[in-house]
């Protein structure tokens, strides 16, 4: 039930890009991405709620592909800020008609100098 | 700037023994979220609650229950812990506006280990 992320982690040298992936095998309704850095609080990046959508600030931006139930983050020239670990989140209804937060099994990334 | 706290960061207990770990919201958020984050599975939902005193199960509730009596403070207890549960455990809270769009604000989390 839980999205899954490719890769699980990745290691790249300071201003090299990557992507992250987040594929879900129930449909997705919106698209959450958090960054959770080293001994920090997840915080949260940015949230997709369209088919189509694509977002993004300073050098990472995502995309939602309502169709194939997957999303994916791209880090552009990343910088020694961006390594953390990242998880993406989907919401879910439950049986209290409100929703839950579902999150995938995490993608950590290394930017090294 | 929303803030949620957990009691403690670390924490050391016994096979066995009744562990609570309490998480403390300041923004009158309605919703709080119970996680657990293991490698490779990332953050899994154990219990979550949308009032005082209402609650529901997540994904993995086996060996643990919560406790809600107040809007600001939302308990998971492990009522006899065991070493499958040492872990980190993350709180989150969130408001309810009806979208699906709200975001949810992590503490920083508390590591258990259980021996």
């Known amino acids: 039930q839980q999205p899954v992320q490719s890769p699980q982690a990745v290691i790249l040298r300071e201003g090299e890009d990557a992507v992250i992936n987040c594929s879900s095998s129930?449909?997705?309704?919106?698209v959450h991405w958090y960054r959770q850095k080293h001994g920090e609080a997840p915080v949260f990046l940015m949230i997709?709620?369209?088919?189509?959508e694509q977002k993004g600030h300073d050098k990472i931006s995502a995309s939602f592909n309502e169709k194939k139930q997957q999303s994916s983050l791209y880090l552009t020239a990343s910088q020694l800020s961006y390594s953390g670990t990242y998880f993406c989140?989907?919401?879910?209804?439950?049986?209290?008609?409100?929703?839950?937060?579902?999150f995938g099994t995490g993608t950590r990334l290394k930017v090294l100098a | 700037d929303v803030k949620v706290t957990q009691s403690s960061r670390y924490l050391v207990k016994r096979t066995g023994e009744k562990v609570f770990l309490e998480c403390v919201q300041d923004?009158?958020?309605?919703?709080m979220f119970w996680y657990r984050q293991d490698p490779g599975l990332g953050l899994r939902l154990i219990y979550f609650?949308?009032?005082?005193?209402?609650?529901e199960k997540g994904d993995i509730p086996e060996g643990y229950s919560v406790s809600r009596e107040k809007k600001e403070r939302f308990s998971l207890i492990l009522e006899s812990a065991s070493t499958n549960q040492t872990s980190m455990y993350l709180c989150?809270?969130?408001?309810?506006?009806?979208?699906?769009?709200?975001?949810?604000?992590f503490g920083p989390g508390t590591r258990l280990t259980v021996l």
């Open positions: 989150a809270s969130r408001r309810t506006s009806g979208r699906i769009g709200d975001t949810q604000y």
């Open positions: 923004m009158d958020h309605e919703n």
């Open positions: 989140g989907t919401g879910r209804g439950t049986t209290s008609g409100t929703y839950k937060y579902i």
């Open positions: 609650s949308y009032d005082v005193k209402m609650k």
């Open positions: 129930k449909a997705l309704y919106s």
């Open positions: 997709l709620l369209k088919g189509g």
